[in-house]
């Protein structure tokens, strides 16, 4: 069980997930400071994992999103247990109407929607989860690199604040929180640093939980791999109208009609 605890605390390091850190240091064995820092809660949880207080009820829950393995261009992973998953955050055709082409991406954020818009007024609507506040962005990219299996680097930034992050975890990976797809979005070429990608935790989809990117389940990051091609056009809502202006703004977006 302890390489199931060690996954679950990189995962929520990687995410910037301060209360599921604190939630998980708790289920490892003991009760962390609730005005601690976040480094304190780090090493404070790994030290309990280092101890082995672990046990399985502890992470009965987290492990309810996950039922047996799947393979994967040669990779074994969790399968999701969407049995475990309220049935708005599947994959399914909605009607939806669109100004954008067909083919093009639109991400309502502030709904937790990722919707490829298809023929006939209607799209692929999947689940998704977004950036929290500090970390949302909005605006037009297009997708143009692709990943299977991607390495996961993080971010200069983002290992400056957390220096207790790895320089890399590898593709294929249990630890490794962009899972087996990732889609880079470009703007005039350029990487704004954002990407579509799996996830190490199903319950996080519906929700503002990542630092800015936008997972998906396993499987539908699979799925959306499978049907947008390099050129991909790519529009991100603003996620709260009132909180435009506080978001990193790719470039100006226009409003869905």
């Known amino acids: 069980m302890v390489s199931v605890a060690t996954e679950l605390f990189i995962s929520v390091v990687a995410n910037e997930n301060c209360d599921l850190l604190r939630i ?13 820092t976040r480094r304190d809660i780090v090493f404070g949880g790994l030290a309990l994992l280092g101890a082995g207080a672990v046990s ?53 954020t502030r709904n937790h929607f990722l919707y490829l818009i ?14 929290k506040e500090g970390f949302k962005w909005f605006g037009r990219a297009t997708i143009d690199a692709k990943s299977l299996w991607p390495r996961w680097t993080p971010p200069p930034e983002m290992r400056k604040r957390h220096p207790e992050l790895p320089e890399f975890v590898d593709g294929g990976s249990p630890k490794n929180p962009l ?6 979005l470009h703007r005039d070429g350029v990487d704004t640093g954002y990407r579509f990608h799996g996830t190490l935790e199903p319950g996080s989809i519906g929700k503002d939980a990542s630092s800015g990117c936008i997972r998906m389940f396993n499987e539908d990051a ?6 947008c091609p390099i050129g ?9 109208a009132d909180q435009a202006e ?4 790719v470039s100006q977006a226009s409003p869905v009609e």
């Not at 799947?70 to 055709?93: E, H, L, M």
């Not at 991909?232 to 709260?240: D, E, G, W």
């Open 246 to 249: 506080k978001a990193t703004q």
């Open 179 to 184: 899972g087996p797809r990732a889609m880079y």
């Open 24 to 36: 998980a240091a708790w289920l490892v064995g003991g009760i962390l400071p609730m005005v601690g």
């Open 118 to 131: 298809m023929e006939n007024k209607t799209a692929i609507r999947y689940g998704v989860g977004v950036g």
């Open 56 to 108: 399985k009820p502890a992470f009965a829950a987290a492990a309810s999103y996950f039922d047996g393995t799947a393979v994967d261009n040669g990779v074994t992973f969790k399968k999701t247990n969407f049995s475990k998953i309220d049935k708005q955050w599947r994959r399914q055709v909605v009607k939806y109407f669109s100004s954008e082409p067909i083919g093009t991406v639109v991400v309502d």
């Open 232 to 240: 991909t056009a790519v529009q991100v809502l603003p996620h709260i």
């Open 222 to 227: 699979i799925d959306l791999y499978q049907r």
